[in-house]
């Protein structure tokens, strides 16, 4: 997910006031005193970050895992926790990433005796996000089907289960503030109610996989909704993403990058909410800025995974002919809304396809480029 949609998101209820979930005497600015104090607890309290997410399933029956999107290393990182949360009880991956009206082909893809890849490709291209073609997020079913093979006849297998709504991205982008508005809250509604009759009527538990912004337990989103039933049954993780600041400035993710580096450098998962990473503030941060004047890092996470820095982090791959011509008419008027494609440009859908495909290569490339100069 792009920055600004982000804070679209957020703003949509970052100014609902929410119950405090922290106990510390305020903010805390991002000064010398404070790295020192977050690197010497980091140091002492840091989980190697498959170990920290899975380890939160001990108090939590759900955990919220909010990244933003098309980065490799967040897909990556959530298939290579099918197998640690399966041995530790849990049987369950909820993905927005697919329509909770896939579920039971979903079931049939994981369970099956071999992969069927273009399947998997068409539920993702019958889902709300025309352009959503991208490898790793389908690597995700390849590696629940690839674990499940691997398991006994009588065992119970790893579950995915899609908790998104039958909406589209293009109304999302084109129609008037008050029908946005009643899309996003039918959809956080919806999510909802799937993990609630999925996992909760179930107990059973689950790590949700999704956008960051459904994550902060404010307003109307998806968290704010399971909180006011399940409060002490949840548990949210952000995985490491630029937190935007004043202008250009970047001074909440470089003071969290110093230090993670300070501490050893190494992919970390820790806990935010009763630690001294729970008091900071930025005030130039816009997610400090809306969520109000006394607000801190605890107030929109509790808990965080450090993978690699913002530089080291790359894009995820296009899958190739993605775009059909079923498709490709709402794909093509979605990538030009984005500003993706110049608008005309694509006169049919291997062109677009092909456009879509050189965006994310040259993403690749520049984050090559910046790796390699620093």
Not at 203 to 230: M, P
Not at 240 to 253: I, K, L, S, V, W
Not at 343 to 364: F, H, I, N, V
């Amino acid at each position: 997910m792009k920055i600004p949609l982000i804070l679209t998101l957020l703003a949509s209820c970052a100014l609902a006031a929410a119950p405090a979930r922290n106990s510390h005497p305020g903010p805390q600015v991002l000064n010398v005193e404070a790295r020192a104090a977050c690197e010497e607890w980091l140091k002492q309290s840091g989980y190697e970050p498959d170990r920290y997410v899975v380890s939160k399933f001990a108090k939590y029956d759900l955990v919220l895992l909010g990244e933003t999107h098309e980065v490799r290393e967040n897909c990556e990182f959530v298939a290579s926790l099918v197998a640690p949360l399966y041995n530790a009880g849990v049987r369950t991956l909820c993905s927005e990433f697919i329509c909770s009206c896939y579920n039971d082909r979903l079931a049939e893809i994981v369970s099956a005796e071999s992969y069927d890849e273009s399947s998997v490709v068409g539920l993702f291209r019958g889902g709300p996000w025309p352009t959503w073609g991208y490898q790793e997020y389908m690597d995700i079913v390849q590696a629940i089907w690839a674990f499940n093979r691997k398991l006994t006849a009588d065992a119970e297998p790893f579950r995915i289960v899609g908790i998104d709504a039958d909406w589209k991205q293009f109304d999302l982008l084109t129609k008037r503030e008050a029908e946005r508005f009643r899309i996003v809250q039918a959809r956080e509604e919806h999510m909802a109610a799937v993990i609630e009759r999925e996992i909760f009527s179930k107990n059973r538990k689950a790590l949700v996989h999704i956008g960051f912004a459904h994550t902060v337990r404010h307003g109307e989103r998806l968290a704010a909704r399971l909180a006011r039933k399940h409060d002490e049954r949840i548990f949210q993780i952000c995985l490491h993403h630029e937190m935007p600041g004043g202008g250009r400035a970047r001074n909440f993710t470089k003071f969290i990058e110093e230090t993670i580096a300070g501490a050893n450098g190494a992919a970390v998962g820790f806990d935010v909410v009763g630690t001294p990473f729970g008091m900071l503030r930025d005030d130039q941060g816009l997610y400090f800025r809306m969520l109000g004047p006394n607000s801190t890092f605890d107030d929109f996470a509790e808990g965080y995974v450090f993978l690699k820095p913002m530089q080291k982090l790359t894009p995820v791959t296009w899958v190739k002919g993605f775009i059909v011509s079923d498709t490709f008419a709402e794909a093509k008027a979605v990538a030009e809304k984005l500003h993706w494609v110049e608008e005309g440009s694509c006169a049919t859908p291997a062109d677009l396809d092909a456009a879509l495909a050189a965006r994310l290569a040259k993403r690749q490339m520049t984050s090559a480029v910046i790796r390699q100069s620093r």
